[in-house]
């Protein structure tokens, strides 16, 4: 595991799980627009810099959820964090938050942040995961979909499927 630098940026991400009307639990994720940035075009959780004016990690990632996709953060209830993650190409310290909602929340992008919203079914944490070779390395992704999910998000997305398949293993 890498450490992250005493200069590395904060930033939060929400994990929003929410029902479909048919009762599926889903949760988002985001294209970011393309642009010069080193995420660009790529699919990640909603979220960003923690700024001077929140309050704390999980105000920052409901901050910025409404930002980017219109989620109301008084409609969110969180139910903790995951482990935080450093993500060396954008000098981030990233602390994920998970929260969930009781409706399916009225999804809006943000157009100059946000190409696409993408509702995951939360049962594919559960699927397969897929490799593929990058310059030297072996790289992991989920298909999500029709999208790589890889990189940072997945890492997030695989500590969320390690405890889903603890809880339902130890739930029989």
């Known amino acids: 595991m890498r450490v992250a630098p005493v200069d590395a ?31 660009s075009a790529q699919i990640s959780l909603p979220g960003g810099r923690i700024e001077d004016h929140d309050s704390s990690i999980e105000d920052a990632a409901l ?22 993650l450093y993500i060396p190409p954008s000098k981030h310290l990233v602390h994920p938050v998970i929260g969930i909602l009781e409706n399916r929340p009225p999804l809006r992008p943000n157009p100059r942040e946000v190409a696409a ?25 989920f298909l999500m979909g029709g999208e790589k999910v890889w990189g940072a998000t997945a890492m997030i997305l695989s500590e969320l499927r390690t405890i889903l398949a603890r809880y339902f293993s130890a739930a029989g």
């Open 63 to 84: 901050r910025e959820a409404q930002e980017e996709i219109h989620i109301q953060a008084e409609n969110v209830r969180i139910l903790g964090r995951l482990s935080s």
């Open 9 to 39: 940026r904060l930033a939060a991400v929400l994990v929003a799980l929410y029902p479909l009307a048919g009762g599926e639990a889903v949760f988002a994720l985001i294209k970011r627009q393309p642009d010069d940035t080193v995420h």
């Open 117 to 141: 919203i993408l509702e995951i079914p939360l049962e594919a944490l559960l699927a397969p995961i897929h490799s593929e070779k990058r310059t030297d390395w072996i790289v992991p992704y």
